[in-house]
């Protein structure tokens, strides 16, 4: 590093718990167990107001060659610290203004910053954002900080492979970081996910405009922009207010390939346009909701012809009956409009500040001239108790497009979640939900299909019992001497033993029911599968995601033991080998089965039946630590045998559950076919058991 790059970053004990998001005493645990080891915690290189420091480029390395922590983003959040944490002389607001600001100019640009000196870059900026509508204020008020912050946010952008998802570092740290307003509105992903794919199927193509007439709000839009073609020339519409959320808005989108145009004002924006917006937003946390339903009249006084919009907001505005007789007014003058085409109430959690309060989602169309106001609908819908999967967003998709459609489209739709109401009937209710929650339907065959069905299982029922075989010996001998036992730490000294931690990964990465089937998925070990509350195979994740985002990221080997303490014990034996454990479950390996006598499915079956999670009267950990766990060893010449009745025995295991399973889905398939009248049982073919 030259002279004048910038110093290295240093870490108190704190801010290296906060880096690997585990609690502060952790830190000092590191510290002390790890001293005697060969690779010890790095040690402090210096003293502020006696408070150690460490230097932070090794203490991620060190972090990250043991598996610890619970981040997978080390280098990225170090380069955050890196921004954030240097000292500074200007307030901690214009430092992120002015970072968000340069990781836009990287974008703009294409280049280095750190090739630039002040003057040359203040140059640029100016060239960029000629009129101060988002860049050009926050980079002149880094004043001599510029070139330093110029250099970190190089590095951030590096650590995070690009400008776009170092700025998403940064807005991830909203809700610590920033000013209480941005995080305050902020909804998970599921819910912009669902409002973003509604937009972009009822845009006009390639030739779509998306209008966010919130001003402040960017967290739909950038949703959305991941789901268009990468080359894609998107074009988002904007207000033309100068506030600090607005401008951070506008930084945002340009970031991930956005094209700005200025908004239309009162007139709104003519030809294809889609909205898309979320009330209230960041600029406004606290709107009430006539201020709410006053918005989103002045949207649909700005749409022409043609034009859509989705919008999601509070249930208590857009659903629920309203006690103040002003929103009352507007929410009633917007249903005669025929706009209001589709309501859905979500489900709870959807706002991550408050997951108490119920959501909502509208979308607006067009009225349809030909239909007599007599005869308009609106299509509801209510989530409240279902999951926001990819089932409830397809079934919620199609549902919606439906309803955006003539009155014979509707007719011949067979809505999943919503229903068609006349608007004249929830006008005089004065409420948008409908009289009780939908449900997913289950899926139900024809009665061909369903006694296709009961034959085809029968079948496999017939073929799985001749593949169980009723012969079974199990050749053993009495022996008084019972077999001895070592403590597991000193197996793991004499390398005999070794204890692997899991992987630490981000719950969005795993694949449900189902994966193990799919191409290039493994296999994922968590508590969930050793205690078994799921079966191994339900999730998985993808091969190529794990090593990308884990190039570190370890695999089991057959015969590795998998096991957890918490929330308590269990262990199970991965007899195939190559899935990813899930931390905090662990992997206890022997190195050599037939040289030391230590049988993978023994220990598991000794340690579940010794009570090692057990948990003393007034003791604040459960069980023994791991190394006092004493494990059981047998004669190296007896392991061949040992471990081929077991073999044998998982083997009829498999077979036999593969034949319950197969009784569970044919009496499932009877029970609903005859249920429903599809199917009869003839009452010749109930055979009566014989007596005698």
Excluded at 46 to 58: G, I, S
Excluded at 411 to 440: E, I, K, M, N, Q
Excluded at 576 to 600: H, K, N
Excluded at 671 to 678: P, S
Aim: aromatic content about 4%; overall charge negative; hydrophobic content about 45%.
């Amino acid at each position: 590093m030259s002279s004048d790059a910038a110093s290295p970053l240093l870490l108190s004990k704190p801010a290296i718990a906060e880096l690997a998001r585990v609690r502060r005493p952790v830190v000092t645990m590191w510290i002390n167990r790890y001293r005697a080891t060969a690779h010890p915690f790095p040690g402090p290189v210096a003293t502020r107001n006696r408070v150690d420091h460490y230097a932070a480029d090794e203490v991620v390395r060190w972090i990250r060659a043991r598996g610890l922590g619970n981040s997978d983003t080390l280098v990225e959040d170090l380069a955050l610290h890196a921004v954030l944490g240097h000292e500074s002389a200007l307030p901690a607001q214009v430092v992120l203004d002015g970072v968000t600001a340069l990781l836009c100019v990287k974008v703009l640009l294409g280049d280095q910053l750190a090739d630039l000196d002040a003057e040359d870059l203040l140059d640029e900026v100016d060239g960029l954002d000629p009129d101060d509508r988002f860049l050009f204020r926050e980079v002149a008020a880094l004043g001599a900080e510029v070139d330093l912050l110029a250099r970190h946010v190089d590095t951030m952008s590096d650590a995070a492979y690009t400008p776009a998802a170092a700025f998403e570092t940064l807005m991830r740290q909203r809700f610590r970081i920033g000013p209480r307003e941005l995080g305050e509105t902020a909804l998970r992903p599921a819910a912009l996910t669902l409002a973003a794919r509604i937009a972009l199927a009822l845009s006009d193509g390639e030739r779509a405009v998306f209008v966010d007439p919130s001003t402040d709000g960017s967290d739909l839009l950038v949703t959305l922009r991941s789901l268009l073609p990468e080359y894609t020339d998107a074009v988002a519409v904007t207000g033309p207010a100068d506030t600090a959320a607005t401008r951070l808005a506008r930084r945002r989108l340009v970031v991930h390939q956005w094209r700005l145009r200025p908004g239309g004002g009162d007139d709104g924006v003519p030809g294809p346009a889609t909205f898309l917006t979320q009330f209230p937003g960041p600029g406004a946390p606290h709107l009430s909701d006539t201020q709410i339903l006053s918005a989103i009249d002045d949207v649909a006084l700005q749409m022409w012809d043609g034009q859509s919009a989705v919008i999601v907001g509070p249930a208590s505005a857009l659903v629920d009956p309203l006690a103040d007789r002003d929103a009352e007014a507007i929410r009633s003058a917007l249903l005669r409009s025929d706009r209001v085409r589709a309501v859905v109430r979500l489900p709870e959690g959807l706002r991550v500040s408050r997951p108490g309060l119920s959501t909502a989602l509208w979308v607006l169309g067009s009225a349809d001239a030909s239909v007599k106001p007599a005869d308009r609908w609106t299509v509801l819908a209510d989530l409240g108790g279902v999951d926001l999967d990819d089932l409830a967003a397809e079934a919620v998709l199609a549902d919606v497009l439906a309803a955006m459609g003539s009155r014979d489209t509707v007719r011949a739709h067979a809505f999943r979640v919503g229903r068609r109401y006349r608007t004249a009937t929830l006008l005089a209710s004065g409420s948008l939900a409908p009289p009780r929650p939908h449900r997913l339907p289950r899926p139900r065959r024809p009665g061909a299909e369903a006694a296709a069905r009961v034959v085809q299982l029968v079948g496999e029922y017939r073929d799985g019992t001749t593949r169980i075989d009723t012969q079974l010996t199990v050749p053993v001998e009495y022996r008084p001497a019972t077999a001895p036992t070592e403590s597991a730490g000193r197996l793991a000294a004499s390398r005999e033993l070794a204890a692997v931690p899991g992987n630490r990964i981000d719950a969005a990465d795993l694949l449900e029911s189902g994966a193990e089937d799919a191409a290039g998925v493994v296999r994922v070990i968590g508590t969930d599968e050793v205690l078994g509350r799921r079966i191994v195979g339900e999730r998985g994740i993808d091969r190529l995601r794990f090593t990308t985002r884990h190039p570190s990221g370890r695999y089991t080997e057959p015969g590795d033991i998998v096991y957890c303490t918490s929330p308590e014990f269990g262990a199970i034996v991965d007899v195939e080998g190559s899935s990813v454990v899930l931390a905090p479950a662990r992997i206890m390996r022997v190195t050599d089965p037939l040289a030391s006598g230590l049988v993978p499915e023994l220990i598991a079956g000794h340690l579940r039946a010794a009570g090692v999670g057990d948990r003393a009267t007034g003791a604040v950990r459960r069980g023994k630590p791991w190394r006092a766990w004493e494990i059981p060893r047998i004669d190296p010449s007896r392991v061949p045998a040992v471990t081929a009745a077991l073999a044998d025995l998982r083997r009829r295991r498999q077979a036999a559950a593969e034949l319950v399973a197969t009784i569970d889905r044919l009496t499932d398939t009877l029970v609903d076919g005859v249920g429903r009248g599809a199917l009869v049982i003839a009452e010749d073919t109930v055979l009566e058991p014989e007596k005698g």
